[in-house]
């Protein structure tokens, strides 16, 4: 018995007898992006596989108000602490703003395109729905930039995983459904979307189509294994992103959207650069009122060009839309937001 312990403590952690623990959520779209970095992973040379963890949020289909914001997040989080797992795969728009140091994301893949999907009947685009239109969302985002459009459209709140929703859908319960455009495709349903709304008619949520692959600080090996996963252009628009949703200081249910993107430009001497584009957006839950800014700056600057821009919404008054969301009546409760598919 002494022996065989000896063995199992020489094993080498990432090895064919011992590959990295990847800890995921199981629903089929947490499995999805989780089965990205396994293979990226595996491509790499470093064998890993997939531990499913239940979450709370998987169990219970009560609003992340009830249950509490991060609980998509916390199990996994438990499980990485405590050792069980080695790599935990988020949604990052599922992470609270604050870092927690016992953690480091490691890796922020390359996004998925971070709009929003409308799928309809009849395959309509958002234009062609007539006034008076159902449409189901789960996000108060969605709901508030919806009717700031001004359309006369129905919104409902939005629950269940993705077969669910669409099946709202197509059984007639609802004209269309607003999600988002990643899930859709990770899971390979694109081709159910009847248009992608362009940030001009709708931001996406801070983070929205990006990855969070997150280890132990304590960890220095394979932070630096999981780091040839990182995209850094992606990196960047998510700092910018988080950190005007934290200098807002709003939770992942407020009606906030944010998009953005290093592009190319070029200098009165014909140099190429990169420039990271921030646009941003708080609207009022009835969609009375939308406020919108941008900013542009270097994309090492991305965590100061996100706080300024929240700074410019502030003074716009965003603080007075954040803080007036009223409890909304049962039949459009909209706190159930999680970006990721609930298993009820």
């Not at 959520?25 to 595996?42: M, Y």
């Not at 289909?61 to 009830?66: A, C, E, G, I, L």
């Not at 090996?221 to 988080?242: C, F, K, Q, Y």
């Not at 953005?260 to 584009?277: K, N, Q, Y």
Request: charge should be negative.
């Amino acid at each position: 018995m002494t022996t065989t312990v000896q063995e199992e403590d020489t094993v080498t952690a990432g090895s064919v007898s011992a590959p990295w623990r990847i800890g995921t959520r199981g629903s089929l779209l947490a499995l999805t992006q989780a089965g990205t970095v396994r293979d990226a992973l595996i491509a790499a040379g470093q064998p890993a596989e997939l531990v499913v963890i239940k979450t709370p949020g998987d169990l219970s289909s009560d609003p992340v108000q009830k249950i509490g914001v991060g609980v998509f997040t916390s199990a996994l989080r438990d499980e990485l602490a405590a050792g069980d797992i080695d790599v935990a795969v988020h949604s990052y728009k599922d992470l609270p703003t604050a870092q927690d140091p016992r953690f480091t994301i490691a890796a922020v893949p390359l996004r998925e395109d971070p709009r929003d999907a409308l799928i309809a009947r009849d395959g309509m685009v958002l234009g062609e729905l007539p006034a008076g239109a159902k449409v189901g969302t789960s996000a108060p985002r969605r709901a508030a930039q919806l009717r700031a459009l001004g359309l006369g459209l129905d919104i409902l709140p939005l629950r269940g995983n993705i077969d669910s929703r669409m099946r709202k859908v197509s059984e007639g319960e609802l004209d269309a459904i607003v999600i988002a455009r990643a899930g859709l495709s990770r899971i390979g349903r694109t081709d159910a979307i009847t248009e992608s709304l362009e940030p001009v008619q709708m931001l996406p949520a801070p983070s929205q189509g990006a990855l969070a692959v997150e280890c132990r600080s304590d960890e220095p090996e394979l932070i630096e294994v999981l780091a040839g996963l990182d995209d850094a252009p992606t990196r960047a628009a998510i700092v910018a992103e988080r950190a005007l949703l934290g200098e807002l200081e709003a939770g992942c249910t407020a009606p906030v959207g944010a998009l953005a993107e290093v592009v190319e430009s070029i200098d009165e001497d014909g140099r190429i650069f990169d420039e990271l584009s921030l646009r941003g957006c708080v609207a009022a839950i009835d969609g009375s009122e939308v406020l919108r800014a941008s900013i542009v700056g270097a994309p090492e600057d991305a965590a100061e060009l996100g706080r300024a821009l929240a700074l410019e919404l502030l003074d716009l008054g965003a603080r007075a839309l954040l803080s007036v969301i009223d409890e909304p009546a049962p039949d459009t409760d909209f706190t159930n937001s999680s970006p990721m598919e609930n298993n009820r």
